[in-house]
């Protein structure tokens, strides 16, 4: 298989995009065009998959030049997944689309808006130098800006602006900080900038323009205590845009810590592991009392993305490969538990309505399959067996104990039992009870947003059901990562 296939899952969304821009005006025909887009990039991410699950890291040098000065883009296990994961998100907001947007202005733009998204989200996953990281994070972020002013409602303009400027502050911090780290190394290639800090030798000033770019990254991942710009904006937009944000944005800021950290962390394990371990579980403390505290569905179910991100970097700060394959693991299973939780709560939207819970109540006995559209995914974020959440989460607890991280460890086991009663208080609330406040029986039962909802809840019974071969396969990629030594072989090979 030639490596240039890792292109694909960047240049596929940006052509759609500017197909979907000719044919802008055929809403049936910009739905298809995206579908079929959207299954491509489905069958290319399960293809890459499969070759690098046997060890292969497919290395794309454009233009045959020097990772020193050229563009390189890099898939390995971890991103080869990614992209997997991100494709069936994807996938599923396609499908849920159609009876999520409002109006003809969302449905004239959601499509090809999505698919650039898409593509800045993949580039994000290949790319193998932190200038084109920049470059794909804006692609990302500005897409997200449009798609968010989409949805957004008067009386939420505030909020949307807020994510807009401090997003925007952090990119411009971030491109400071990608120069900055040119200038003391004299390179962003990721892989060179492995050897340069194992030689040792780098001023202090890299150092510093190091620190710098994580930290953004830590507010691309919406890490506390710079998580203050998510909770109230991702609320704000449609149901399937929200869910989109769930899945992907902040799970590109958590990849990108994955990919990173180590080659800085390798030259100061023991300053990165405790301040790593602070935030994480403050990150986590955080975001579930939020939760708890708020009246909405989606006020809770934003508050939690915050908690969960909390659990993903708990694995990364313990530096073990089991624990950073717990780490990955949690990731996944979020990615896709998170998108159908809120996906659920646009359907029970559709059903009573938005508002406070308890406006509209009983959605278990007159919609059933709504109900478990959103109990199954409730109870994998909460960490119930047999389901995804609860390996992840057992698996970070075994990781915390063997590296001896005990009140990192408790205050995740805490955060669980928080995070079960939230998604109680919604089901009491909202599917428990006699039917009330219903708009009719009918209602919210649009195929297309049940059956992606259902269809990403079923896929969270099969990650639990295949956890010990996926976790298996996860703690080779974090033992690759932790090394990251075959990574700057298969990339640096390319300058013979």
Known sequence: MSAAIVAVPVLLPLSTAALLALFSGKPRLERWLSLGSGVLLFTTALSITARTTRGAILVLALGGWSPRVGIVWVTDSLAALMLLFASIVALAALAYAPGSLRDARERRCFYPLQQLMMAGVNGSLVTGDLFNLFVFFELMLLSSFALLALGTRAAGQQHALAYVVINLVASAVLLGGVGAVYGTAGTVNMAELAVRVREGGLPSAFWGAGALVIVVFMVKAALAPVFFWLPDAYPEASAVVNGLFAGLLTKVGVY????????????????????????????????????????????????????????????????????????????????????????????????????????????????????????????????????SGFWGKLLLVVGGFRAGAIVATTVSLVVGLLTLASMLKIWTAVFWGEPTGLRSRGAGSDRGMLGATLGLGALTVILGLAAAPLFAHLERTATTLLEVTPYVDAVLVQRR
């Open 256 to 387: 990108t810590l994955f990919r990173t950290v180590p080659l800085l962390g390798a030259a100061a394990p023991g300053a990165l592991r405790p301040a790593l371990l602070v935030i994480a579980a403050v990150t986590m403390v955080i975001g579930v009392v939020g939760a708890l505290g708020r009246s909405t569905m989606r006020g809770i179910l934003s508050f939690h993305i915050v908690s969960q991100v909390g659990y993903m970097i708990f694995g990364l700060a313990l530096f073990t490969p089991i624990a950073v394959a717990a780490g990955l693991f949690h990731t996944i299973h979020n990615m896709v538990a998170k998108t159908a939780l809120v996906f659920a709560g646009g359907v029970v939207e559709g059903i009573g309505g938005p508002g406070a819970l308890g406006h509209a109540r009983g959605l278990a006995r007159t919609h059933p399959w709504v109900a478990a559209g959103f109990f199954v995914p409730a109870m994998s974020l909460a960490g119930l067996p047999p389901l």
